[in-house]
């Protein structure tokens, strides 16, 4: 069984933000970037999918050169193989345009994987888009912000996350399925599988190669500014005895801040 | 027309349905335009009449047997076929869930931008303006959609609610739903214990970091949010990852992002990606021993002390509150 894994590149969740005004675009100077995290969690899934049946893994990205490093880690996880679909715009924050070239990549190259595994979001974006829109491009079977995945034949059974729930999705491959924290513990990658990883070739992709006319992928959104968030200020803190302090609080939340 | 799509589970109307309604309502009039609401499943008929309280002049009820039960891609065939009839200039949705599987397969089938879990519509010379947190709110991103129409989905608890009389015409369309080989079906919906409220939908949070010091100290919030009506217990990454409590609870950039009128954070310091995901709370307080823990930089009232020393008391605050 063939398995896709899409993966993006972002900072790490300990960056600080800063934007730069005149492009409305994050200063990537100084930023440390890592594999996105929910999409570890798909690399593992897919990982623990091949071992029990077999078939090949590979990881894809939509990005430029930057992105090979995500790549190189899928391999020295245990991916067989990655992809680079060459991007020239920077990040456009429009999922439809991701999900286009994605899906014609899959049409064009790999036809016959049967499970298309992402993470539930790019911790960045965080449009929660790009899955469910290559599913509907793909006119395939989704589910969403998945805790459990259970591959049987020709379908898979996915528990996703709901507000105080779970469902059960009982799904026909192939599907895409994006992960949430809690499908598995992700595996670190060995000396080994990194020595592997750095003599692995990687194709690259061209948005040209997928067919893709100039207009065809021009974003959906037009940005407007992008801007810090109101800085918060630091309030009033209390400190002695803990009766006294917790009756502050109560009188605090009921009479100032009319909550309680 | 900007038409809002209206969750339900079982047959009751989500709250963050009538918000994203109630916003829609609100730009609908800035723009000169209606506002209208859109129910689909069985059964649910009888709902129209609170939507007509939010201020939907029209309600379009799609039912259908195979709508019986949610299923993306009957639904959003289902919506998608009402978008191509009524044209209308927006489509909201609520980013619940529900909204967040549901909304991108219905711009993808229309060929269209999506604005997700957007925290501010303002209706400008250009139509709609969307702004939403990127990077867990550390910033902002404003923009137009270019496409038509615009597919919108807004954050639970950040809408104001606003009741507003309107007509609530009901009006039935019956709905072709294509076949299809390729299924994806919920076949059994799983509550979790206790019946609790999501994080995400709370209107107060009672959070708890490394301080609580092991699981069975997350009890001491459990029995502080059995004092407060409509609050849920969230957690900070390292409280999750030492396994104290389920990641469904986890607050922060890997985790949810949480808008609730108050957070309590007790034991946690403030790392920047769980800044990130509640620094958007109208109200913040911390509880924690450290004077120097970054979270008193974004808290409006904090508490330097022993949380186990605190809460005894605080519970008895609230008690006689509650009287």
Redesign the interface.
């Known amino acids: 069984m063939d398995i896709l894994v899409l993966v993006k590149r972002v900072?790490d969740?300990?960056?600080?933000?800063r934007?730069n005004r005149e492009t409305n675009s994050?200063v990537e100077e100084g930023l440390n970037f890592i594999l996105s995290?929910?999409d570890e969690y798909a690399m593992e899934e897919a990982l623990r999918i091949k071992g029990a049946k077999g078939g090949k893994v590979v990881a894809v990205t939509v990005g430029r050169d930057e992105s090979l490093v995500i790549l190189r880690k899928c391999l020295a996880m245990g991916a067989d193989e990655a992809v680079l679909i060459k991007d020239p715009l920077p990040e456009t924050?429009?999922?439809?345009r991701t999900?286009r070239i994605i899906a014609r990549f899959v049409q064009a190259k790999y036809p016959d994987a049967r499970l298309l595994l992402f993470g539930k979001q790019s911790?960045?974006?965080?449009?929660?888009?790009?899955?469910?829109?290559?599913?509907?491009?793909l006119?395939?079977?989704?589910?969403?912000?998945v805790v459990k995945l259970e591959v049987e034949g020709e379908t898979a059974?996915a528990?996703?996350?709901?507000?105080?729930?779970?469902?059960?999705?009982?799904?026909?491959l192939?599907?895409v399925v994006s992960a949430?924290?809690?499908l598995n513990e992700p595996r670190y990658e060995t000396l080994k599988g990194i020595m592997m990883a750095k003599k692995k070739e990687i194709p690259i992709v061209s948005i040209e190669e997928l067919g893709f006319k100039p207009d065809e992928l021009?974003?959906?959104?037009?940005?407007?500014?992008?801007?810090?968030?109101p800085a918060?200020q630091?309030?009033?803190?209390?400190?002695?005895v803990?009766?006294e302090?917790?009756?502050?609080?109560?009188e605090?939340?009921?009479t100032e801040?009319k909550?309680? | 027309m900007i038409l809002t799509y209206i969750e339900t589970r079982e047959k009751k109307i989500k709250k963050s349905s009538l918000e994203a309604l109630s916003e829609a309502r609100r730009k609908a009039a800035e723009l000169g335009t209606e506002a209208a609401a859109v129910l689909v499943g069985t059964g649910i008929e009888g709902l129209a009449a609170e939507l007509s309280s939010y201020g939907a002049s029209k309600v379009y009820v799609l039912e259908s047997g195979s709508l019986d039960r949610y299923s993306t891609q009957d639904y959003a065939a289902a919506l998608a076929g009402l978008v191509k009839k009524l044209c209308p200039a927006a489509v909201f949705f609520s980013a619940t869930a529900m909204g967040k599987d549901l909304a991108p397969r219905l711009a993808a089938r229309l060929g269209v931008g999506l604005a997700s879990d957007c925290t501010q519509v303002s209706a400008g010379d250009g139509g709609l303006e969307f702004t939403r947190p990127i990077f867990a709110g550390k910033a902002l991103l404003t923009f137009r959609l270019t496409s038509s129409p615009q597919v919108v989905s807004l954050r639970p608890n950040v809408f104001p609610l606003a009741p507003a009389a309107a007509a609530g015409e009901v009006i039935r369309e019956t709905v072709e739903i294509p076949a299809t080989t390729a299924r994806a079906e919920v076949t059994e919906i799983l509550q979790e214990s206790g019946g609790e409220i999501d994080v995400t939908e709370a209107d107060i949070v009672i959070s708890g970091g490394r301080g609580m010091k092991g699981p069975e100290n997350f009890e001491l919030l459990r029995e502080i949010s059995a004092l407060i009506p409509r609050s849920a217990v969230g957690a900070s990454r390292s409280a999750v990852d030492s396994g104290w409590i389920g990641h469904q609870h986890q607050v922060g950039q890997t985790g949810k992002t949480v808008s609730p009128n108050l957070y309590l954070a007790f034991g946690i310091s403030g790392a920047i990606q769980h800044l990130a995901g509640m620094s958007s709370s109208k109200v913040v307080v911390a509880v924690n021993k450290d004077p120097d823990a970054p979270i008193f930089k974004v808290a409006d009232f904090g508490v330097v002390g022993d949380l186990f020393q605190v809460i005894p008391p605080l519970k008895e605050e609230l008690k006689k509150l509650r009287g």
Do not use: C, W
């Open positions: 900072p969740t300990e960056s600080k933000i934007i994050v995290p929910y924050y429009d999922g439809l999900a911790v960045g974006a965080d449009n929660s888009q790009v899955p469910a829109m290559v599913a509907e491009l006119g395939i079977g989704q589910a969403n912000v059974t528990l996703r996350e709901i507000e105080g729930a779970q469902e059960k999705v009982f799904l026909t192939p599907a949430q924290k809690g021009a974003p959906q959104l037009a940005i407007i500014k992008m801007d810090q968030p918060r630091a309030g009033r803190v209390v400190t002695g803990a009766e302090t917790a009756r502050q609080l109560v605090y939340l009921h801040a909550i309680i």
